[in-house]
């Protein structure tokens, strides 16, 4: 389980579900859900908010820097209830016109939630988390 916050102060959080993802770099990524519910506190959810119904954005894939900048902070480890994990996770390939799994495995359709294919960096990640809560997006350097 990891937290971040927004501009409005109040806690986000988010949950660690694969670290050997594949996201089309033959190289390991964090399989990484953010969930609707807020907080002024950094005390991991109740597990009915940490429910598959209760998903911000769809599951995204990242690497290690979203921790290593001081973005995202890990709250603690916590295993995995009915109803937390997606039966299957879904990625759209904009380039191929395609869908993969977290493995790098063609699906042969979609499945919602559907993703996006590739790596998500922690500006973009920030940018799809203040679109879905309404906040202004930081501006670009």
């Known amino acids: ?16 579900i694969n670290t050997g993802a594949n996201a089309g770099f033959g ?9 609707k519910f807020r907080s ?10 940490l429910r598959v119904d209760h998903l911000l954005l769809p599951p995204m894939m990242t690497n290690l820097l979203p921790w290593s900048r001081g973005y995202f902070e890990t ?10 994990i997606l039966a299957t996770h879904c990625f759209h390939s904009a380039m191929f016109d395609r869908y993969y799994d977290e493995h790098a495995v063609e699906l042969p359709q979609s499945v919602e939630p559907v ?10 990640i920030d940018d799809a988390v ?11 350097d």
């Open 40 to 49: 002024e506190m950094k005390n991991i959810p109740d597990r009915v908010e």
């Open 1 to 16: 389980m990891f937290t971040l916050q927004l501009p409005d102060g109040l806690y986000s959080f988010g949950r660690v």
């Open 115 to 124: 993703g996006a294919y590739g790596l998500e960096s922690f500006s973009t």
């Open 27 to 35: 190289v390991g990524a964090q399989l990484i859900y953010i969930f």
């Open 130 to 140: 203040s679109k879905a809560l309404g906040f202004p997006l930081v501006p670009e």
């Open 75 to 84: 709250l603690g480890n916590l295993s995995f209830a009915e109803r937390e």
